[in-house]
């Protein structure tokens, strides 16, 4: 059920935002739809995902219905701020969103588009179980306005899947990337890398049988144990070893070479795109903190430097909205040092880099070390930008403490 919702001021009732918040208008919006369901719960994930014993009165075919609800909240609260901004991305994230019927996910679309609109270009990406997609479902999200299907494949490695939880059958991966190409949709799919027992050959095996799937996109994410987590537990009483940083390491180079060799530009870490066009525009406006508004039970938003959140369980979630109350559970307005670390924090991640002019102090002074380091691009910034290396990428954490000094 995910780790605790962080401490923050309370939310009013209403949802309402502070009188000194300036929305600016010209700033990009973004919706995040987040589905809690899920079949199993994966011994690694630590998302606020449910399986239907941990329900406890929330019901999934009402699901909808509730995110609706909120919807028409969230039209009143940003209305009264100013004229609506069109949804530029929308993003269904979980769990997993093809739980729900086709059709509920449509209505949720649906909602977005006659609250706020969709821009002419908008990115519509819509996560899912490899063993839940079918022709059917495909045609159903691109006839609603999906334009994009993120396929969470991890590995191609049975003993890998196993380790992890994954009940997925790996065929079904090939499956439901056809079915999305079928339907015009585009293909993310999304690899974890550094699981107990997984060899450098079984990532080699799971990195080409990706490549060779041809998505436009390729998320790699290092596999991170997390406090509660039942992998946790098995890594504690030393019933699985634990990740090894510097097999995690060979990996990540691994995956970025042979991406780079078919096709692929990294944009951001862990993500590689076929073209800057299909790189997800979603993630990249967290990255470069703009505004967006999360729906769903545990749900994040950010709107103007104000940043909320909502009751994580789903029968708390319906029972707010249910009584016409916003399901905000608190939020927080950090300060400006707060917001520049972030910035530097997320900004430094993705290819287009940070600006030095943002550094200040011993951050600013740190650069020509990090240079010396190998660990940023000196052209780049000559040029006035940081940059990771590749080098750098394996170190960012501790590129972004030298520019947070």
Not at 25 to 38: I, N, R
Not at 306 to 327: C, E, F, I, M, T
Not at 329 to 345: F, K
Not at 347 to 360: F, K, N, T, Y
């Amino acid at each position: 059920m995910g780790s605790a919702l962080p401490l923050g001021d309370p939310a009013p009732v209403d949802g309402a935002l502070p009188d000194d918040i300036a929305v600016d208008a010209s700033t990009d919006f973004g919706v995040y739809l987040h589905v809690p369901f899920c079949r199993v719960r994966c011994g690694y994930c630590d998302f606020n995902t449910y399986t239907a014993s941990e329900l406890r009165g929330a019901r999934q075919d009402a699901y909808a219905d509730e995110v609706l609800r909120e919807i028409a909240l969230s039209e009143n609260v940003l209305g009264a701020r100013g004229p609506l901004r069109p949804a530029s991305t929308v993003f269904f994230g979980g769990g997993t969103p093809t739980l729900l019927p086709g059709d509920d996910l449509a209505r949720m679309l649906a909602g977005v588009r006659d609250t706020f609109g969709l821009t002419p270009d908008a990115e519509v990406t819509v996560e899912a179980n490899p063993d839940t997609v079918t022709r059917e479902l495909a045609e159903r999200l691109a006839d609603a306005g999906v334009t994009r299907l993120s396929i969470g494949m991890q590995s191609a490695v049975p003993h890998v899947l196993h380790t992890l939880d994954r009940t997925h059958d790996p065929a079904n991966v090939a499956v439901a990337v056809a079915a999305a190409r079928a339907a015009g949709l585009a293909v993310s799919v999304d690899l974890i890398y550094g699981a107990p027992g997984e060899s450098l050959a079984d990532w080699e095996a799971s990195v080409q049988t990706a490549v060779a799937l041809g998505p436009d996109h390729i998320s790699a994410y290092a596999l991170i144990v997390e406090e509660g987590t039942q992998l946790a537990r098995q890594i504690r009483r030393g019933e699985v070893p634990g990740p090894d940083d510097d097999l995690q390491a060979d990996m990540y180079e691994l995956v970025d070479e042979a991406l780079a060799a078919a096709g692929f530009d990294w944009y951001e870490v862990s993500n590689w795109a076929t073209s800057p066009a299909q790189r997800s525009r979603h993630n990249l406006a967290y990255w470069r903190g703009t505004d967006w508004w999360g729906y769903g039970p545990g749900a994040h938003s950010h709107v103007a430097g104000l940043r909320w959140w909502n009751v994580k369980h789903p029968a708390a979630y319906a029972q707010r909205l249910a009584s016409g109350d916003s399901p905000a559970a608190a939020r927080e307005r950090p300060d400006e040092s707060a917001r520049r670390l972030e910035s530097v924090l997320l900004r430094s991640r993705i290819a287009e880099g940070l600006p030095v002019s943002e550094l200040q102090g011993e951050g600013r002074h740190a650069v020509a070390s990090l240079i010396a380091d190998g660990l940023i691009e000196g052209p780049a910034a000559l040029r006035g930008r940081v940059i990771l290396t590749r080098r750098g990428r394996l170190l960012a954490d501790a590129v972004v403490r030298a520019l947070t000094a």
